[in-house]
């Protein structure tokens, strides 16, 4: 968190010295109610109409600067929560793949609205405001002070208790908002998957029951949000009684001070305006402060985030082409043995099949082969470089992965080719053509949500489009025809075998003669076998 407010500390501190004039404005207006009450004995009509005017005067310039206070303070919250967000991105798309999944899609969803917009509301905002109520406390009670210090040490001890009971409230406070937080991230992750899935529990005819969940999880999402809610305006109302006895006990020794000839009238009416500068300030002071503890648990989860990491100089080393070499592999996932002292050899100028029953392993291998993960033993080579040894960036510039299930956006086909990298439209189309769409395919302007405009097949053309914009010497292609019909899948599969590539992999669970014939070689994930293509 410290990295976000360095960004954004020049403004902050220009933010605070504006409220603070505006706060030396409230406090000068008391002043002049006060100069006003006391021209009554005087009965001075000419002291009394430059009072007014000053009073006038006090009160434009308070409102001025409450207009600029408000411009800046919101300048500075949009400044927090982009930086967050800006640092947020970029620290998972400079994580290792691996390390993304190891949340889930509504931690991420959660992290990015709720818990941001709670640590700007309940930190970073406050912080600010805090400083300014701070700076409100110290000029009022100065001016309090000038009229007399005895009555003002009073108030000081009063209002010192008053800051300190509500922060034994805090520990609950935390405690509520920390249960939200998680209730509300499951609340995402299910509403997530029943809308992911509504096609499939439509067609299953389930309904009711799935009605019946939806209402259990409603349920226990708003009854944390009503107790979480509860608990913070009960204590709200309990600080406030606090400080309204604590005024009370103010206001009767400002009366006990003008019966005994300390101060004037005049004085009192001024102590009074501005003891409402000192305990309005004091009670939001009081609960900002429990907001603040409160949200220190969702900061501990934002802040790997919000680590702004200097570069540093790595031992990286470069991606080479060449071989990929797959040595004495061995990995394991869920407790479970994927690979076991697994060695083969992919070639550059070959085509390879990767062939096997489900949970062979077909796809962790391709995943590893397109370096998403680094966490194996043994050595996954490429040219004369182990993978832990490329920097992700560098090795997805030269090896791509394509699942049998693209990303896709909801706009032209041509942006989801180009997908939102600086590529001319040229170049664009004549990718586009390589796969099989003509100019006016490209034009199309809009996919629908889930790609439902457009064929599986299409959105598979699509996914190779892409990556045949960028050359590179390695492509790997996870089941490309699972979710295709036969037809649509011939029509890939001779779209595969047609795409130059120093080194092409594809995994599949096609195990026709005919098919994998035209691979020069064909890895049998189930024996641990690669063989030369097969002829028979």
């Not at 010192?160 to 499951?186: D, H, M, N, R």
């Not at 009767?252 to 009192?268: D, K």
């Not at 076991?340 to 990767?354: L, T």
């Amino acid at each position: 968190m410290k990295d976000v407010l360095k960004k954004s500390r020049e403004l902050f501190f220009f933010t605070v010295f504006v409220g603070i004039i505006m706060t030396v404005f409230e406090v000068a207006a008391a002043y002049g109610i006060g100069q006003m009450i006391d021209t009554i004995s005087g009965s001075a009509f000419g002291s009394l109409n430059k009072v007014g005017v000053f009073c006038i005067a006090v009160v434009a310039l308070y409102m001025l600067f409450g207009v600029l206070y408000t411009h800046f303070s919101k300048k500075l919250n949009f400044s927090y929560l982009t930086t967050m967000k800006e640092m947020i991105f970029s620290k998972i798309f400079s994580s290792p793949i691996s390390e993304y999944q190891e949340h889930n899609k509504a931690y991420y969803l959660n992290l990015l609205t709720q818990d941001i917009d709670r640590v700007n509301q309940n930190y970073l905002t406050l912080r600010y405001d805090n400083v300014v109520y701070f700076g409100e406390i110290i000029i009022s009670l100065t001016v309090m002070f000038s009229i007399s210090w005895k009555m003002s040490l009073i108030f000081i001890i009063i209002t010192t208790v008053t800051a300190i009971i509500p922060q034994l409230f805090a520990p609950v406070q935390s405690a509520k908002t920390e249960k939200y937080s998680v209730t509300l991230e499951k609340y995402v992750e299910f509403m997530d998957i029943f809308l992911s899935g509504y096609e499939s529990m439509r067609s299953l005819a389930i309904e009711k029951a799935v009605f019946n969940r939806i209402n259990e999880k409603n349920s226990n999402m708003e009854n944390a949000r009503r107790k979480y809610e509860s608990v913070n305006e009960s204590i709200t109302y309990i600080i406030r009684s606090i400080s309204l006895i604590a005024q009370l006990g103010c206001m009767f020794t400002g009366v006990y001070f003008v019966i005994t000839g300390n101060i004037t009238t005049g004085q009192l009416i001024m102590a009074v305006q501005l003891l409402n500068s000192v305990f309005g300030p004091i009670n939001s002071l009081s609960e900002n402060m429990g907001l603040i503890k409160s949200s220190k648990v969702i900061q501990e989860k934002l802040e790997p985030f919000l680590i702004d990491e200097p570069e540093v100089q790595n031992s990286y080393e470069q991606y080479t082409p060449g071989d990929i070499s797959v040595k004495d592999f061995s990995i394991e996932l869920s407790g479970k043995k994927i690979f076991d002292h697994f060695n083969c050899i992919f070639e550059p100028g070959k085509s390879y099949a990767i062939v096997g029953s489900s949970g062979s392993g077909k796809s962790t291998l391709a995943k590893i082969l397109g370096g998403y993960y680094t966490d194996y033993e043994g050595t996954v080579t490429y040219g004369s470089v182990e993978r832990k040894k490329v920097s992700d960036k560098d090795l997805l510039k030269h090896v791509r992965y394509i699942s049998s299930n693209p990303f896709i956006i909801n706009e032209s086909v041509k942006n989801n080719i180009k997908l939102y990298r600086d590529i001319s439209d040229e170049d664009v189309l004549v990718a586009a053509k390589k796969v099989g769409f003509d100019e006016s395919f490209l034009e199309k302007e809009t996919l629908g949500d889930g790609a439902k405009y457009i064929s599986s097949g299409e959105l598979q053309r699509i996914a190779i489009a892409r990556i045949l914009l960028d050359n590179p010497y390695v492509i790997i292609f996870d089941e490309p025809a699972a979710n295709l019909d036969p037809i649509n899948a011939a029509q890939i599969n001779k779209l595969i075998a047609s795409i130059d590539v120093p080194i092409k992999i594809v995994i599949t669970h096609d195990w026709d003669d005919d098919y994998l014939s035209a691979f020069d070689e064909i890895i049998d994930l189930n024996f641990g076998e690669v063989s030369a293509k097969a002829d028979n």
